[in-house]
């Protein structure tokens, strides 16, 4: 597959995570996963402890919300999410003690529906950036589509972000354990860890975690970007094709986010739900590029005030510097997805002047899905969705790539996401890739 290689800057790979920040107070968006938001179950003056249910909701896409500190939920807010998405929040100040809440408590598993049941209640999304509800990707139904392989993204493939890497050689252990778990309880026979080859060390580490664990296995993966996209990932892993329009369980795969597949475990021992983060902290203006535990909920301003900045930024990214978001409100909070936070000093605006396309090809040479990046843009510039479907635009995954290697300074990833709008607008594309 197609990839493009980017600078290794992973400076925070090798330091050790720095222990959890407790902000004065933290805003708590209601709408974490790619499902629907939540409805608060506390009222503006309650005091909630640590790990209580403070959001739920009935929708059948969604994953519950709770409190990250102890304290007094103070207000209801709405805030601009990193995605740009207008969302509701919960703002709580921080108590000086802070307590974890009686509803705490290890859940009771005896059988698939119950792990299942486990697994929602704990909040789980897909902490690798698109926020999947767990439970949903785990919930398929084996008779109707038999799964063959759980694979683990470990792949984390963008510059900068180093909080999956940190995860595999901190709490490798508990990996396993959310490995094994799923694997009993949701009757999949293999699992793979895929891991980018340029990291040696998480490798070694998962081989020698996995030595007398035959049913699991670590897959050096090639380093290019975008190796983590679930696609690539699977394709990577086994040699299997998702189709488009598709999910990875079609060519009967799981992939969960080494993260995530660790809260699992935690959480199935301890009863704690998804409440912190390990965000990494990094960029060109930033001195000490680290990883930190944050409550979710943390505002960007009390991550920059807390930060060791040279010059006052010029760009945020919420995210990795190819997939994230850049954010402009001093209140955007770390959510259930957030895994960076990079500080630019520059704006980006002005790095690759736009010019006309000079036919060289490498925005196609560079996409893993074998599209045609420069005949999309024509396509969509002239509003031609049959063209538009017949170069499958649905494949696009915005990965950026494209962009990136055009040195004509096209914001073709961008124009296939307004692609993809136009054609949603006109009811002829499924919201899966
Ligand atoms: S953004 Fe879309 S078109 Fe561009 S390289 Fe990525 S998948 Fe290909
Ligand atoms: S990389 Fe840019 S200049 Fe080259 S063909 Fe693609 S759009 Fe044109």
Do not use: W
Not at 21 to 38: E, H, N, Q, R, T
Not at 66 to 84: I, K
Not at 93 to 109: F, G, H, M, R, W
Not at 309 to 337: A, C, E, H, S
């Amino acid at each position: 597959m197609n990839s493009v290689r980017l600078p290794h800057l992973k400076a925070s790979a090798e330091i050790s995570t720095a222990p959890l920040f407790l902000p004065k107070s933290v805003m708590v968006s209601l709408s974490m996963s790619i499902g629907a938001p939540c409805e608060p179950v506390v009222k503006i003056g309650d005091t909630v402890k640590t790990g209580q249910l403070i959001a739920d909701s009935d929708a059948f896409m969604s994953a519950p919300v709770h409190a990250p500190v102890t304290g007094v939920v103070t207000r209801e807010t709405t805030l601009t999410a990193a995605n740009g998405k207008k969302t509701r929040a919960l703002v709580i100040e921080t108590a000086n003690k802070q307590e974890l809440s009686d509803e705490v408590k290890p859940p009771v598993i005896n059988s698939r529906e119950d792990f299942l049941k486990a697994v929602r209640a704990s909040g789980a999304v897909g902490q690798g950036g698109a926020g999947f509800p767990l439970h949903i990707k785990l919930g398929f139904d084996p008779k109707k589509q038999p799964v063959d392989y759980l694979l683990i993204n470990g792949a984390e493939c963008e510059p900068y972000t180093t909080s999956d890497y940190r995860e595999l050689i901190e709490r490798g252990e508990d990996v396993i354990s959310g490995i094994k778990l799923i694997l009993r309880h949701i009757s999949i026979p293999k699992a793979i860890i895929g891991i980018e080859s340029d990291k040696p060390l998480a490798i070694k580490k998962m081989r020698s975690l996995t030595e007398n664990e035959p049913d699991i296995s670590v897959a050096p993966l090639p380093t290019g970007y975008p190796q983590g996209a679930e696609k690539v990932l699977v394709y990577s892993c086994t040699k299997r094709v998702v189709n488009e329009g598709s999910l990875p369980v079609s060519a009967g795969c799981v992939v969960v986010n080494v993260s995530t597949t660790a809260f699992v475990a935690r959480y199935i021992k301890t009863g704690v739900p998804l409440i912190e983060k390990r965000v990494s902290i990094d960029g060109d203006i930033v001195n000490k590029p680290e990883n930190i535990f944050v409550p979710i909920g943390t505002t960007l301003a009390e991550i920059t005030a807390r930060t060791n900045l040279r010059l006052v930024p010029g760009k945020v990214i919420f995210g990795g510097m190819m997939m994230g978001t850049t954010v402009y409100d001093p209140d955007t909070p770390v959510t259930k997805t957030t895994g960076a936070i990079l500080f630019f000093a520059g704006t980006g605006s002005a790095e690759k002047p736009l010019t006309s396309c000079i036919r060289c090809a490498r925005c196609v040479n560079a996409c893993s899905m074998s599209l045609a990046p420069t005949e999309l843009e024509h396509a969509f510039d002239r509003k031609d969705a049959a063209l538009l479907q017949k170069l499958h635009v649905n494949l696009c995954m915005d990965c950026g790539a494209c962009s990136y290697v055009c040195p004509a300074g096209r914001n073709l990833a961008e124009k296939n996401q307004l692609a993809k709008a136009f054609l949603r607008s006109k009811g002829s594309l499924s919201k899966i890739g």
